[in-house]
């Protein structure tokens, strides 16, 4: 019968939604190994990044704000990491926005909340802040990375793939989020369940392949998404090769920190009848 694999570990974990996503971030990982979640079936890449030590578990999610919101949850709690980067391609919102440039969320907003009233719509907004640790390893990062021209700007997630800037749906969003500079699908479910496991670093990183406008089938047709993509991807690498992981505590180098003192340790032991401790050496 062969061994049973342990379970595994990441200390990041990069999240995408479409293939062409999925693709651009595996390119950064040697060493992959596939694992399968022992529940819901979900599929993870598990390898190093380059000439870094951080161990790295990557995903394909699928759209939606939802379904990152479920999947991310399920993904934490199974790997445990201590980064989670949601990274792919998203509509530019802004003129000085070019197809290829890249945006670092320094906050996600939801953008559908709010109550509709004789007098009008009025916005009720959601919104979570990008880990102050990962934006500035973004900062640094980007200034050594003169290919790709980097913003650190609000990003708009709706469950809405924009392609009118004149509709009313667009107006919408440059009168109450009218510093968001690019629109996606996801990024809320993955910022929402990290800001809910309360020990995460979360950030969103969103290459523009389109301008959210009338020409994005164009610009999809031309290879936008995968040139987007691979943008983000080379950010998201980037900023962990800045940040690096956590040194670990006391108490994960050495078990006696915590199962010491006047505590005798009898993980993985059997016994039958009374048992008799000594406690010998120096008091911690």
């Not at 050495?254 to 009374?274: E, M």
Request: glycine letters at 10%; one cysteine or more.
């Amino acid at each position: 019968m062969p061994a049973k694999r342990p379970r595994p570990t990441a200390g990041a974990v990069l999240l995408t939604a479409l293939p062409e996503e999925y693709d651009a971030v595996r390119a950064h990982l040697i060493d992959a190994e596939e694992f399968t979640h022992p529940r819901n079936g979900t599929r993870v890449e598990l390898g190093r990044l380059a000439d870094t030590s951080w161990t790295v578990a990557i995903a394909e999610l699928g759209v939606g704000a939802l379904t990152a919101a479920s999947l991310t949850t399920q993904i934490v709690d199974w790997l445990d990491p201590e980064a989670v980067l949601f990274v792919g391609v998203a509509g530019g919102l802004k003129d000085d926005i070019e197809i290829g440039d890249v945006v670092v969320g320094t906050k996600v907003y939801a953008i559908h909340g709010g109550k509709q009233t004789p007098e009008g719509f009025q916005a009720r907004p959601e919104v979570w802040q990008g880990s102050h640790r990962l934006v500035q390893a973004a900062r640094s990062a980007l200034r050594n990375m003169p290919e790709v021209r980097g913003h650190r700007k609000p990003i708009a997630v709706g469950d809405v793939v924009l392609a009118d800037d004149r509709s009313a749906f667009t107006a919408h969003i440059r009168h109450h989020y009218n510093d968001a500079c690019a629109i996606e699908m996801e990024g809320t479910g993955a910022a929402h369940a990290a800001h809910l496991n309360g020990q995460l670093d979360a950030l969103v990183i969103r290459g523009i392949s389109d301008h959210a406008d009338a020409d994005k089938h164009a610009a999809d047709a031309s290879g936008s998404q995968r040139l987007a993509a691979e943008r983000a991807a080379s950010v998201a690498a980037g900023v962990l090769r800045k940040h690096q992981p956590r040194e670990p505590t006391d108490s994960e180098e050495d078990p006696q920190a915590r199962y010491g003192g006047d505590h005798i340790d009898f993980r993985g032991g059997t016994f039958h009848g009374p048992v008799v401790g000594k406690q010998t050496g120096q008091q911690r």
